[in-house]
């Protein structure tokens, strides 16, 4: 069994845990304002500022440097998204919650550690590849964005045909030249990384509860 597959399974039910939340299920039934929505977006924007700093500090890395991908880079993106929610003074209009603020503080952390940054890298990316892919249909129908006009633009990647992209991130996890020890300690904090951000979610959740 390659890594990619031994990755996938040690997370599988980590992964599961994100998806139960209750601010998305809020969120997909159609329950939240515009700007209820914005705070997930915003907790993103800050997020990825981190991930996208550290993917260009390791952009020349002999290993890292196989998880760089320049197309994936979100700031731009969710700053489009964020002035069409929240206006030209969206940047006066938000920051980052408690929870937003650790997973911030782990990825900085751990920046300098070609598998810590492969672990987050694979944790949000993948994930937003995947079933954010729906996640942003949905909010099409809801909200009425649409392509190129902010709102939901952090879900679109140009990358081409989506299958060939995660096989190809599949064989370059298969492809890295790590021990069985370093394989466990790039699980754990993969483990990590989803706890971190399932706990940004339920921070969210707060917002799911008012709108009941």
């Known amino acids: 069994m390659g890594f990619s597959e031994v990755l996938r399974a040690a997370t599988w039910g980590d992964h599961g845990s994100a998806e139960d939340d209750g601010y998305l299920k809020s969120l997909m039934s159609g329950r939240l304002s515009p700007e209820a929505y914005g705070e997930m977006v915003a907790q993103h924007y800050f997020a990825y500022?981190?991930?996208?700093?550290a993917a260009r500090t390791l952009a020349d890395h002999p290993v890292a440097g196989a998880f760089v991908f320049p197309e994936l880079y979100r700031e731009e993106a969710l700053v489009r998204d964020?002035?069409?929610?929240?206006?030209?003074?969206?940047a006066d209009r938000i920051e980052?919650?408690?929870?937003?603020r650790?997973?911030?503080?782990?990825?900085n952390q751990v920046a300098d550690w070609p598998g810590g940054?492969?672990?987050?890298?694979y944790t949000r990316y993948l994930g937003d590849l995947s079933g954010g892919q729906f996640i942003r249909m949905e909010?099409?129908?809801?909200?009425g964005y649409e392509k190129g006009g902010g709102g939901v633009d952090f879900y679109y990647f140009d990358i081409g045909s989506l299958p060939r992209f995660k096989d190809e991130y599949r064989r370059r996890l298969d492809?890295?030249?790590v021990d069985e020890a370093e394989q466990q300690r790039i699980i754990r904090e993969t483990k990590l990384a989803y706890q971190l951000n399932?706990?940004?979610l339920g921070d969210l959740g707060r917002l799911a509860r008012t709108a009941a």
Request: cysteine-free; glycine content about 8%.
């Open 82 to 90: 964020l002035t069409t929610i929240f206006g030209a003074g969206w």
């Open 175 to 177: 492809a890295l030249d």
């Open 139 to 143: 909010l099409q129908k809801i909200y």
């Open 117 to 121: 940054y492969i672990a987050h890298h």
């Open 49 to 53: 500022l981190a991930l996208d700093g």
């Open 96 to 100: 980052p919650s408690k929870p937003t």
């Open 102 to 107: 650790t997973l911030v503080a782990r990825i």
């Open 198 to 200: 399932t706990e940004v």
